[in-house]
């Protein structure tokens, strides 16, 4: 089982960023797939989950308005669209498929919003 992240970096605040998560290793489209970020000194918070029938997406209240999570089951890909990101919105961010007690996680990639 494998999860990838790709796509984190600096930017400036008000800026954009995508992230990406390649899933292998696993039925991809029965997960249920997230974003958690976990920034220094802070503990791991969700910030946006997709269901895997419904597509149904619920969102962290720092981040709503701002950030769309997407997934792409032909490709074993789940996306996080940020923007209009925020010095606060600095952290590690990490992939996580959930199905039933099955819990997967990636390595996390690394966001920063700073001038």
């Known amino acids: 089982v494998q999860l990838v992240e790709s796509g984190g970096g600096l930017v400036q605040p008000g800026g954009s960023l995508s992230l990406s998560c390649v899933a292998s290793?696993?039925?991809?489209?029965?997960?249920?797939m997230s974003w958690y970020r976990q920034a220094p000194g802070k503990e791991r918070e969700l910030v946006a989950r997709?269901?895997?029938?419904?597509?149904?997406?619920n969102y962290a209240d720092s981040v709503k308005g701002r950030f769309t999570i997407s997934r792409d089951n032909a490709k074993n890909t789940v996306y996080l669209q940020m923007n209009s990101l925020k010095p606060e919105d600095t952290a590690v961010y990490y992939c996580?498929?959930?199905?039933?007690?099955?819990?997967?996680w990636g390595q996390g990639t690394q966001v920063t919003v700073s001038s």
């Open positions: 997709i269901i895997s029938v419904t597509g149904r997406t």
């Open positions: 996580n498929g959930r199905f039933g007690i099955l819990d997967y």
């Open positions: 290793g696993f039925t991809f489209s029965r997960y249920a």
